[in-house]
Nanobody, 119 residues
């Protein structure tokens, strides 16, 4: 099992930047595919980005070129660097983990961190 704790959310103006962090504890961090999801009020949860155990990354089209997912294996931390933020990026952001491969449902979740982007 792995435990996840997010931080780094906040309020910014459109065009600004934020970096989200997700600290992992428990089983070896390198065993897990890691991802970021988000959920805006009244909308379904949306996958944003993921990084596999080899460092390969994937992004939803709406954030490509603006967001970067990365992982620090030594510090057991997942990051999401968010640049050129837009009001439509406003959501609760969740860190998630899935053992080994990225395909399939994620079984471990953090509590979320709120990101609010004003126009």
């Amino acid at each position: 099992q792995v435990q996840l704790v997010e931080s780094g959310g906040g309020s910014v103006q459109a065009g600004g930047s934020l970096r989200l962090s997700c600290a992992a504890s428990g089983e070896p961090f390198t065993w897990y595919c890691m991802a970021w999801f988000r959920q805006a009020p009244g909308k379904e949860r949306e996958w944003v980005a993921s990084i596999d155990t080899s460092g390969g990354t994937s992004y939803v089209d709406s954030v490509k070129g603006r967001f970067t997912i990365s992982r620090d294996k030594a510090n057991r931390t997942l990051y999401l660097q968010m640049n050129s933020l837009k009001p439509e990026d406003t959501a609760m952001y969740y860190c998630a983990a899935r053992k080994w491969q990225c395909g399939g449902a994620f079984g471990y979740w953090g509590q979320g961190t709120q990101v609010t982007v004003s126009s």
